[in-house]
Each structure stands twice: as C-alpha cells, then as structure tokens.
C-alpha cells in the first residue's frame, strides 16, 4: 500500500486492508531523512484529521510520541545516526504507528470508547512504541559520546601525551 493511501485510508476510517506499508518515492533530491520528516508531518496530519474518532487518551500519547519523533528526527540530524537506527525510526513512521491506528480505527465506535478493552490494548502498544523511542535516543546520544571518546584516544595517541582529560569516562 502507499503511503498516500494509507494516509487517505487513516482519514476515511481504514477502509483499505491491513498490511506493511510502502512509503512514496522520495521526491529528487530528498534525502532518506528529509523523507521521514515528511512522513511524519503526513502521519501528524492524519492523526489530526482522525481526532474526533480516538479517545482523549489514545490523542495524547500519539501527540506525545510524535514531540518525541520530532525529537529523534532532530537529534539524528545533528548527530547523525546508524542505519539501524535511521531504519527503525523509518518503520514507527510508516508502519508501527499507522498500521495499528488504521485497524483501531476500523472498529466499530463502541469499541474504541474511552475505556473500552480495544483501546486499552493500543494504549499499551503506543507505551511500547514510546520506550522504544526513548531507547532510540539514548542509543544515538551514547554513540555520539563514544565518538568523542574514540576521537580523544585517537588525539591522545597521536601526540603521544596522554591526557585523561581528552576521554570521556577516564579518570
């Protein structure tokens, strides 16, 4: 499925089938990141226009989870990050989130009340998605740490000084 289309799938109450979810064609000259900015912009959108059919509780922790998206998306472009992790943070965009959202929103009304079972389980699966973001951004912070500690010990050999000072965690 597109993404376009599961966009308007999310919109219209995911009347589309379920199924992994093949993000549009990066427009000439978008780069991998820029993309999955746009996907979440696109995803942000969709979870707006669909507000009136999720729980108050369901609405906070997706807003939440996108702060924290945007929060990754900034951090990786400072920082860079590994293609693991740039790949993860691709798949919560484009899958981990709209997948579930679009078969939540394909239930009946009765079944995604405030308290109702169905919303009790997505509200589980988008805490496990929101440590999953925590974890992802510890992971890129503490890669950005352990380069500056390999630079300090490369600094360090090379002028053949030793320096504690130079490396983070030396004493």
Known sequence: ??????LNAL?????????VVDATPAPVG??????TARHL??????????????????TSQLRQIDDQLRLVVAT????????????????MVTD????????????PAADR?????????????LELIEETIRDLLNQIRIGA?????THGRFLSDKFQEPDAGLVLGAH
């Open 11 to 19: 919109r219209t109450g995911g009347a589309e089938p379920l199924g």
């Open 41 to 58: 912009d696109e995803l942000r959108d969709s979870v707006r226009s669909v507000g009136r059919d999720l729980p108050t509780l369901l």
């Open 76 to 91: 990786i472009a400072d920082q860079g990050a590994s293609t693991e992790q740039r790949v993860l943070l691709a798949a």
């Open 30 to 35: 978008e780069t991998e990141d820029e993309q």
């Open 96 to 107: 981990y989130l709209p997948s579930p959202l679009r078969s939540f929103l394909a239930l």
């Open 113 to 125: 009340t405030d308290d109702s079972r169905s919303t009790i389980v997505f509200a589980r699966q």
């Open 145 to 149: 740490i352990a380069e500056l500690s």
């Open 1 to 6: 499925m597109a993404f376009g289309r599961l």
